[in-house]
């Protein structure tokens, strides 16, 4: 038998936008702009883990995303282009500076 299916839909905790995901952490309703994911891969993406995080809950990464900035040289040697990845963090530390 089927459940009835009920009209609620999720909103996100920070704003009015639809929740697309959740915190892992805490449990908020998240939407697509108040979700940091984590993704850490070992063996070629064998072992995944995923994580959707909070602006708060993401805050503990803020050190070691700082560290990260302005290594150039390195992500160059391993391949990585800098302008992006900086970039791409610039646009995560704005992320984190949502609830300030
Ligand atoms: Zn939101
Ligand atoms: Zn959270």
Known sequence: MKK???EEK???????????????VCGKDLCRNHRLELCIYLD???NTFRAGLCPKDAE???????AFQGKGDTWEKV?????T???ALAGIFQ???VLR
């Open 44 to 46: 070629n993406q064998q």
């Open 10 to 24: 999720t909103f996100c905790d920070f704003c009015e936008e639809r929740g697309c995901s959740v915190c892992l």
């Open 95 to 97: 992320f984190m500076g």
């Open 60 to 66: 503990p990464l803020l050190p070691i995303l700082t």
């Open 85 to 87: 990845n900086e970039y």
């Open 79 to 83: 391949g990585q282009n800098p302008a």
């Open 4 to 6: 009835p299916v009920t």
